[in-house]
């Protein structure tokens, strides 16, 4: 698609149309730009919300905990074993469908202490700022803070929020994605995502703001 809004700028500055000839190199820049983002987003769309997400909302709260059977499985892992021709999933492929409590609990050892609380959940749109090094314990820690899609800016008197993703994902995370999703906070200030939705450009759409 990019490659098709390229050839369309080079016909319309070499036919000489001025509003594109004098501002083709900025518009080449925006479509350089369209093509890293929308490749990244497809790739986010496939893998998100990540392992330690996903173990987060198995453990203490969320979409995975509230499927959870006392067999130590997901629901939708044990429906697909009886299940030998196939048929819809109840969750998809990316929700760590195979997580059992144990290893959820390996992926957080260390970090979110086993009793952890959930003292707030809400769906929001998640506005990326800063993605960190890989750490000690395979996570990068992502600066974001809860997006106002109404005036298009962060929401006033919240502060940053950080969250962790895997290297595969914290790959394509770019600077001024929009995340909607369910949002979670620990009584110990760990925050977790599950339940994405859409994951918005940083260029984001003029109608983006009249969703409402």
């Given at each position: 698609m990019?490659?098709?809004?390229?050839?369309?700028?080079?016909?319309?500055?070499?036919?000489?149309?001025?509003?594109?000839?004098?501002h083709l190199e900025d518009l080449t820049k925006f479509v350089d730009c369209a093509r890293e983002e929308l490749l990244a987003s497809r790739a986010l769309a496939n893998e998100l919300p990540g392992m330690f997400n996903s173990a987060c909302s198995l453990l203490y709260a969320g979409a995975l905990r509230s499927l959870y059977v006392d067999k130590g499985l997901p629901k939708w892992v044990l429906a697909d074993r009886r299940n030998s021709e196939g048929g819809e999933r109840l969750m998809p492929d990316h929700m760590a469908q195979d997580l059992s409590i144990e290893q959820a609990r390996q992926l957080v050892s260390g970090i979110v202490a086993d009793d952890a609380q959930c003292t707030r959940s809400r769906p929001v749109d998640i506005l990326v700022q800063s993605v960190g090094v890989c750490g000690d314990d395979g996570l990068h820690m992502v600066?974001?803070?809860?997006?106002?899609?109404?005036?298009?800016?962060?929401?006033?008197?919240?502060d940053s929020i950080v969250l962790r993703f895997e290297t595969d994902l914290a790959s394509n995370l770019i600077p001024g994605q929009v995340i909607e999703a369910t949002l979670y906070t620990l009584g110990d200030g760990c925050n977790y995502i599950d339940a994405v939705t859409m994951i918005w450009p940083s260029y984001s759409p003029l109608d983006y703001v009249n969703l409402y």
């Amino acid at each position: 698609m990019t490659s098709v809004v390229q050839r369309w700028l080079n016909a319309m500055a070499s036919a000489d149309i001025y509003e594109v000839k004098d501002h083709l190199e900025d518009l080449t820049k925006f479509v350089d730009c369209a093509r890293e983002e929308l490749l990244a987003s497809r790739a986010l769309a496939n893998e998100l919300p990540g392992m330690f997400n996903s173990a987060c909302s198995l453990l203490y709260a969320g979409a995975l905990r509230s499927l959870y059977v006392d067999k130590g499985l997901p629901k939708w892992v044990l429906a697909d074993r009886r299940n030998s021709e196939g048929g819809e999933r109840l969750m998809p492929d990316h929700m760590a469908q195979d997580l059992s409590i144990e290893q959820a609990r390996q992926l957080v050892s260390g970090i979110v202490a086993d009793d952890a609380q959930c003292t707030r959940s809400r769906p929001v749109d998640i506005l990326v700022q800063s993605v960190g090094v890989c750490g000690d314990d395979g996570l990068h820690m992502v600066s974001a803070c809860v997006f106002d899609r109404r005036n298009m800016a962060a929401v006033e008197g919240e502060d940053s929020i950080v969250l962790r993703f895997e290297t595969d994902l914290a790959s394509n995370l770019i600077p001024g994605q929009v995340i909607e999703a369910t949002l979670y906070t620990l009584g110990d200030g760990c925050n977790y995502i599950d339940a994405v939705t859409m994951i918005w450009p940083s260029y984001s759409p003029l109608d983006y703001v009249n969703l409402y």
